[in-house]
C-alpha cells in the first residue's frame, strides 16, 4: 500500500462573499518534505492553509492530510498537526514553560511523559535557559522559537508555518529557520510554509508553489524553476515571469487590509 | 534543509495512539484552561485587587447608606446581609459579560486559532474558558465575603455551604461568559463587544433581585426577572450565606441549563472569529 500524501488537495475553492480567495487549486506535499507556498499577500495562502488546518470548512474540493479528510476527520487531522500562525501568538502572561507546557496538555501528552516532552521543545528551541521567564519579556526571535516549541511538543507529523520570519531581523530569521532545519533533521516530520521571502523559501524548501490570485502558477523545485528561466536567474525572477506581478502587492487590493493589518501588527510586535 | 531531504530521511510518523475517550478529555481540557488562568493571575495579581474595588464600594457606600434609611422592605433580613450576596453574584456578572474581549484579543493575537487547530473539543474550549471567568469571580467573592464579614454581615460559617456558594458563582459566571464570548462570535470586533456588553449589563443586573426584593418589583420587571439566571444565582446565595429560603434544586437546574445552552452556542458561534 503507498504512503498517502502528507497533503493532498484536489480542486479546492474557497470563497469570501463574492471574492473568490482560491480558485480551484491542486497540491500534494510528500511525507518528509519542506513545502514552501509563496505569493505577495492576498494571493490565497493563508485561505488554503486554514482550510488543511480545518480553521476554514473545505467549500469545495478535497482535501487530505496523510489520508484524513478534513471535513469528515478533523479530530484526527488537528492530532496531527503543529501550526504557527502568522500573528505572535504566545500567551504574555504566561512562562515559557507554562506555555508549552499549556499545548503538552491539549494535545493529551501523557502526563509521565509531559515534563520531559516540555523540556524537550524548549531545549530544541534554545529556550530551557528562559523558561521561567514571562514569555512577555522575550524578544521577537525568542517568541517565534517558543510558539514553534509549542507547536513541536506534539510531535507533530505535519508542521505548518504560516509566515514565521515576518517582522524579524536577518540574525532572529536565520535562527528560526536553522532551528526548524534541525527539527527537521531529528523528526523527519513534514514542514509546509507559506513565506513571501523568496530567498528564504529558496534556500530551505525542497519544493515551492507559487501562488498568485488564488490560482498556483507553478510548481518544482527551486533549482529547477531557477534553471529554467536561464543563468543568474532567481526565485523572485521565476516569480515575476509566472505572475507578471512584484512581491510588493500593487494588486493587493485584493489581498485585503485585515491580512496587511496583522502582517503589520506582527511586524510592529517582533520589532 | 533540502538536501537532508532528498536524503531520503525517514519522515515522522503519522500513526498516533488512540486519544483518550471523548469523557476523559472533555473534563482534562476544561481543567486545563482552568489551569492556565490560575497561573495567569499567580503572575500578576493587581487586577484582583482593582477588580474588588467596586463591589467593595457598592457594600461599603451603597450598602450602608440604603440600611440606614431603610427604603428597600427586606423583612427580618438586614438591608447590608440581603446584599451581600447580591454583590457577589454581580461581582462575577462584571467580570464575565466582558470575557468575550478576551476572546476578540486571542482571536486577534492568533491564540484563539491555534487553541482551535488542537483536538480540543470546542464545547471543551468554551466550558473551560467560562469557568475561567468564574475564577476570576471567585477572588472577588473571597474579597466580598471578607469586608461583608468586617461589616457584621451573619455569613454563615458552614464550610459546605461556601464551597457551594464557589460552585454557584463559577456556574452564573461560567453562563455570562458563554453569553459574552456568544455575542463575540456574532459581532467579531471589541468595540462592538463592549458597547453591546454595556447595554446589557444593567438590565441584566437591575431585572434580577440583587438589590431589591422580587416583591417589591412591578409585575412586568418581576416577569422578566424569572427568565434572569442573575436570579436564581443570587436566589441560592442568598440561602446558602445568609439562611434565607431557596429552592436549591431549581436554583441549580436553571444555572447548569443556561450554563449548557451557552456553551452550546458559543461553541457553535467561536469557529466564525477564525475566519
Excluded at chain 1, 139 to 151: D, I, K
Amino acid at each position: 500500500m503507498t504512503e498517502p500524501a502528507a497533503v493532498d488537495v484536489r480542486g479546492l475553492r474557497h470563497r469570501f462573499g463574492d471574492h473568490v480567495a482560491v480558485d480551484g487549486i491542486d497540491l500534494q506535499v510528500l511525507p518528509g518534505e519542506v513545502f514552501g507556498l509563496l505569493g505577495p499577500n492576498g494571493a490565497g495562502k493563508t485561505t488554503t492553509i486554514r482550510v488543511l488546518n480545518t480553521l476554514l470548512p473545505a467549500q469545495e474540493g478535497d482535501v487530505f492530510v496523510f489520508g484524513h479528510d478534513v471535513r469528515r476527520s478533523q479530530t484526527a487531522v488537528r492530532r496531527l498537526l503543529g501550526y504557527v500562525p502568522q500573528q505572535l501568538s504566545i500567551e504574555a502572561a504566561l512562562t515559557g514553560r507554562e506555555n508549552v507546557s499549556w499545548f503538552a496538555r491539549l494535545f493529551d501528552v501523557p502526563r509521565r511523559e509531559r515534563r520531559a516532552r516540555v523540556d524537550e521543545a524548549l531545549g530544541s528551541m534554545g529556550l530551557l535557559d528562559a523558561a521561567d521567564r514571562l514569555a512577555g519579556t522575550y524578544s521577537g526571535g525568542m517568541v517565534r522559537r517558543l510558539e514553534l516549541a509549542q507547536a513541536l511538543v506534539n510531535q507533530p507529523a505535519l508542521l505548518v508555518l504560516d509566515e514565521p520570519t515576518v517582522g524579524l531581523d536577518p540574525v532572529a530569521r536565520g535562527s528560526v529557520w536553522e532551528h526548524v532545519e534541525r527539527m527537521r533533521l531529528t523528526t523527519g516530520m513534514t514542514v509546509l510554509v507559506t513565506t513571501h521571502y523568496m530567498e528564504e523559501a529558496d534556500a530551505m524548501c525542497d519544493r515551492v508553489a507559487m501562488m498568485h490570485l488564488g490560482t498556483i502558477r507553478v510548481v518544482g523545485q527551486p533549482e529547477e524553476l531557477r534553471r529554467a528561466l536561464g543563468p543568474g536567474a532567481t526565485l523572485e525572477d521565476v516569480f515575476r515571469r509566472e505572475t507578471g506581478n512584484t512581491l510588493d502587492g500593487e494588486e493587493i487590493g485584493k489581498g485585503g487590509l485585515r491580512e496587511i493589518r496583522r502582517t503589520r501588527r506582527t511586524a510592529g510586535r517582533v520589532g | 534543509m533540502r538536501s537532508a531531504a532528498l536524503a531520503g530521511l525517514p519522515a515522522a510518523s503519522a500513526e498516533r495512539p488512540a486519544p483518550p475517550a471523548l469523557w476523559r478529555r472533555f473534563p482534562s481540557r476544561t481543567a486545563t484552561f482552568c489551569l492556565v488562568e490560575l497561573q495567569k493571575l499567580s503572575h500578576d495579581r493587581t487586577e484582583l485587587f482593582t477588580r474588588a474595588v467596586q463591589p467593595v464600594l457598592w457594600l461599603v457606600i451603597f450598602g450602608q447608606t440604603f440600611s440606614r434609611i431603610h427604603a428597600i422592605p427586606t423583612g427580618s433580613t438586614s438591608y447590608l446581609d440581603f446584599l451581600a450576596p447580591g454583590i457577589i453574584a454581580q461581582s462575577g456578572l462584571f467580570v464575565a459579560i466582558f470575557y468575550g474581549i478576551q476572546i476578540i484579543w486571542e482571536r486577534d493575537a492568533g491564540v484563539l486559532n491555534k487553541l482551535l487547530v488542537t483536538p480540543t473539543p470546542r464545547a471543551a474550549l468554551i466550558l473551560g474558558k467560562g469557568f475561567s471567568a468564574g475564577i476570576r469571580a471567585l477572588a472577588q467573592v473571597v474579597v466580598v465575603l471578607v469586608v461583608s464579614a468586617i461589616l457584621g454581615v451573619a455569613l454563615t460559617v458552614n464550610p459546605l455551604k461556601i464551597v457551594a456558594t464557589f460552585v454557584i458563582v463559577m456556574l452564573g459566571s461560567a453562563f455570562f461568559a458563554c453569553l459574552s464570548m456568544s455575542i463575540a462570535g456574532i459581532v467579531l470586533k471589541r468595540d462592538r463587544l463592549m458597547g453591546i456588553g454595556q447595554m446589557i449589563t444593567m438590565p441584566l443586573f437591575f431585572a434580577s433581585n440583587a438589590l431589591y426584593p422580587l416583591a417589591v418589583m412591578p409585575a412586568w420587571l418581576r416577569a422578566l426577572s424569572k427568565v434572569n439566571p442573575l436570579t436564581y444565582e443570587v436566589n441560592a446565595l442568598r440561602g446558602l450565606l445568609i439562611g434565607t429560603p431557596a429552592n436549591y434544586p431549581v436554583d441549580f437546574a436553571v444555572l447548569i441549563a443556561f450554563v449548557i445552552a451557552g456553551v452550546t452556542t458559543a461553541s457553535l458561534l467561536i469557529g466564525r472569529l477564525a475566519r
